[in-house]
């Protein structure tokens, strides 16, 4: 290779490396999940394999989806699947070019509750399904349809095929000033066989923290390309507050009292009261084992079918002294998809100078944190919960494929890491 030959590549690597970085929080969206209306609860959306909560899938795997609807009234629901771009806007293909069947069907399989105080209707769907076929990898948008066919809310998944290895580390922040608040990621994506003409280009990455789709990092750049193997091992670029463990409580037991719930009683319908829970932003770490914001649907009060699930209002409480300048608290967690908004905003008791809110939810085990948000819908968990490096958090690399010529993006790879082995 000619001096000119090096110098241009040269170039054109640090221009594509300025550029990614330019942009390196972010991605403009045009497809934003719609977030489900207050009638609407305990949305499942995950793959058919044990202990896991997201819903990404191998191509030719399934995934399970289910709601309730509070209205319990059968309403005729429809869904949509629709094939999406690394940047989560719709791509140009056929729907025949990415499923075998239809693209929009009804929800067939729905029944009401039984032997409960709050009535519901309970819908369910798998994906693939004998009407519907996914046939290529990408980024997937479910939208729930009612019967005039208005979108009501939707969901995000990934559907892979493993063509490349991806090794994930997680290391504590080399940057002084964050080093007990952050943890930093680094990681490798091995090629292997498959042919890349241009890896500045051609491969892209999406880097998150527990799934949740509001720390999503987008453009970021290989800093090193060796052979057939792409090195992400910056200081410190692909950062991340650790944020702090989640709290929890459980009502598979909801007339009885528990760890974390202060009192239960029968109104209307089943009333759970939590402790008061208390600030910890300037506290000391403490382990706190969580499922990262997640939940589960369980029973134990008799039957364990999903209709004779119960629901409970759950009473939240907090105490603090943070100065919000003029930011909005919220309960905060996968139950409702990491979004924000009225329904989990908590609203402040002059009486008892604590910030409140009630919410519904179905028997089972859930995660959450008290967040603030500022008008922009901006997040900041540390707030009110603080931020130490010592948190338990789990760090995923999805990898897309997209080269000149190629109608579709694929995604080609997933890897993780876990912050509960700190590589420094």
């Given at each position: 290779?000619?001096l ?5 590549q ?31 609860k ?11 909560y997201i ?12 709601f ?17 771009e ?13 499923i ?5 069907d009804?929800l067939?399989?729905f ?7 709050q ?5 369910t769907?798998q ?9 290529i ?14 979108t ?9 095929q493993?063509?490349?290895?991806v ?22 994506i ?18 998150l ?5 509001n ?8 800093k090193?390309?060796n052979?057939?193997q ?20 459980d ?16 109104l ?9 829970d ?50 909005d608290l ?27 809110l ?29 931020s ?11 990898v897309?494929?997209k080269?000149f ?20």
């Amino acid at each position: 290779m000619n001096l000119f030959d090096q110098n241009f590549q040269l170039i054109h690597r640090l221009t594509l490396l300025f550029f990614g970085f330019c942009s390196f929080t972010g991605i403009a969206q045009e497809i934003i999940e719609i977030a489900e209306p207050s009638h609407i609860k305990t949305v499942v959306f995950e793959a058919n394999s044990k202990d896991t909560y997201i819903p990404v899938i191998q191509l030719g795997q399934k995934l399970s989806f289910s709601f309730d609807d509070l209205e319990g009234d059968q309403k005729i629901y429809y869904y949509r699947i629709d094939h999406c771009e690394y940047n989560w806007q719709k791509s140009s293909l056929l729907s025949t070019e990415f499923i075998a069947g239809y693209q929009e069907d009804r929800l067939r399989d729905f029944e009401n509750s039984f032997n409960t105080l709050q009535p519901y209707t309970h819908y369910t769907l798998q994906i693939p399904n004998r009407d519907m076929q996914l046939k290529i990898s990408g980024n997937y948008l479910l939208s729930v349809l009612d019967q005039y066919r208005n979108t009501v809310f939707t969901r995000r998944f990934i559907v892979y095929q493993p063509l490349v290895d991806v090794g994930v580390s997680v290391h504590r922040s080399r940057n002084i000033e964050y080093i007990n608040q952050k943890q930093d990621v680094e990681f490798r994506i091995n090629l292997g066989n498959l042919q890349v003409r241009n890896p500045y280009q051609d491969i892209q990455v999406m880097v998150l923290k527990n799934w949740d789709w509001n720390s999503a990092l987008y453009n970021i750049p290989p800093k090193y390309v060796n052979n057939n193997q792409l090195l992400y091992n910056y200081v410190s670029e692909i950062s991340f507050w650790g944020d702090n463990e989640y709290l929890y409580f459980d009502t598979k037991e909801i007339r009885n009292a528990t760890n974390n719930i202060r009192q239960t009683r029968m109104l209307d319908i089943f009333n759970t009261f939590l402790y008061i829970d208390q600030e910890r932003r300037n506290m000391p770490y403490t382990v706190y084992p969580d499922i990262n914001g997640n939940f589960a649907v369980r029973n134990l009060d008799g039957n364990q079918s999903l209709l004779e699930t119960d629901y409970s209002l759950v009473h939240f409480k907090l105490e603090t002294t943070a100065e919000l300048n003029g930011k909005d608290l919220y309960v905060f967690g996968n139950y409702n998809n990491w979004q924000i908004g009225d329904q989990n905003k908590m609203i402040y008791n002059n009486k008892t100078n604590l910030f409140e809110l009630s919410l519904p939810f179905k028997q089972g085990f859930y995660n959450y944190l008290y967040v603030a948000a500022d008008q922009q819908g901006k997040i900041d968990k540390k707030a009110i919960e603080g931020s130490y490096y010592q948190t338990e958090n789990e760090y995923v690399v999805v990898v897309y494929f997209k080269q000149f010529g190629d109608r579709f993006t694929q995604v080609i790879g997933i890897g993780s890491g876990n912050s509960e082995i700190l590589r420094n």
